[in-house]
Nanobody, 117 residues
Framework: QVQLVESGGGLVQPGGSLRLSCAASGITIRVYRMGWYRRAPGEERELVALITSDRTTNIADSVKGRFTISRDNAKNTVYLQMDNLKPEDTAVYYC???????????WGQGTQVTVSS
């Protein structure tokens, strides 16, 4: 059974930082592109950051320069470092994995990030 378990969300003041982690089990992320999406209240889910199996990254313009995605294949984990957080970053953040060749996709349950003073 495949599981993606997010952690690291919470409440932070504007300008603060959080680091999200997504630990995968049941798959070996080495052959998966991994990413983070988010859904704000009343909004569609949107891509935040993606990292392919060869570590090419794609970062949304809205978070470019503030968020960094990385992966540790040995730990089967992907991270999202979020700095200089803004209230508009408030959302549920979801971990995503997609097999590079088979097209199989998996999602985590999500972790809440709230940016507020």
């Amino acid at each position: 059974q495949v599981q993606l378990v997010e952690s690291g969300g919470g409440l932070v003041q504007p300008g603060g930082s959080l680091r999200l982690s997504c630990a995968a089990s049941g798959i070996t992320i080495r052959v998966y592109r991994m990413g983070w999406y988010r859904r704000a209240p009343g909004e569609e889910r949107e891509l935040v950051a993606l990292i392919t199996s060869d570590r090419t990254t794609n970062i949304a313009d809205s978070v470019k320069g503030r968020f960094t995605i990385s992966r540790d294949n040995a730990k089967n984990t992907v991270y999202l470092q979020m700095d200089n957080l803004k209230p508009e970053d408030t959302a549920v953040y979801y971990c995503y994995s997609g097999h590079e060749f088979l097209g199989t996709n998996y999602w985590g349950q999500g972790t809440q990030v709230t940016v507020s003073s």
